[in-house]
């Protein structure tokens, strides 16, 4: 009885590391509050015409961005879309979605988020593109002032979510 008590205790403590492990790696870890990054991120989109920052709101396209990070997204002419680029795209759902090119069809390209193992059913192009992401800011996820948390999440989100 004793032996199983503690196979199971390190059953346990075995499933409670690797739960931790994983809400670890669910952002980029970094301590600078969302304010910082925000104003960092608003100070480069205000430098260059079409730029626009978006909050992002996910998983799927971690370790390179999620849940708190920010970004800069440039607008750009679909033409000029090439397999790899990170777009920011509405799809048909009425969501904006930040994931990855991954082919080109007909219709578009078909984009997919790096942890997801299926494709979005929406595909991007010309009609429903947003731009592409320029450049990435990690944050801690959280507001340094608690009046400032609530301009932080006026900012647009972005989903890097399972593919809908």
Do not use: C
Request: hydrophobic share 45%; net charge positive.
């Amino acid at each position: 009885m004793r032996k199983m008590l503690r196979v199971l205790l390190s059953s346990l403590a075995i499933l409670t590391a690797a739960s931790a492990q994983a809400e670890i790696v669910a952002r980029p870890m970094t301590t600078v509050s969302l304010d910082v990054v925000l104003g960092d991120a608003q100070t480069l989109a205000s430098r260059h015409p079409g730029m626009q920052v978006l909050r992002v709101e996910g998983k799927s396209m971690l370790p390179f961005f999620g849940e708190g990070s920010v970004v800069v997204i440039k607008k750009i002419d679909g033409s000029k879309l090439r397999a790899g680029m990170v777009a920011v795209y509405h799809n048909r759902f009425g969501e904006t979605v930040a994931h990855r090119l991954v082919e080109t069809t007909t219709g578009g390209w078909i984009a997919k988020g790096y942890n997801n193992a299926e494709a979005d059913s929406t595909v991007v192009n010309e009609s429903n593109l947003v731009g592409v992401v320029y450049a990435t800011f990690h944050s801690s996820g959280r507001s340094a002032t608690p009046a400032l948390a609530s301009l932080a999440l006026s900012i647009p989100t972005a989903l890097a979510a399972p593919a809908r």
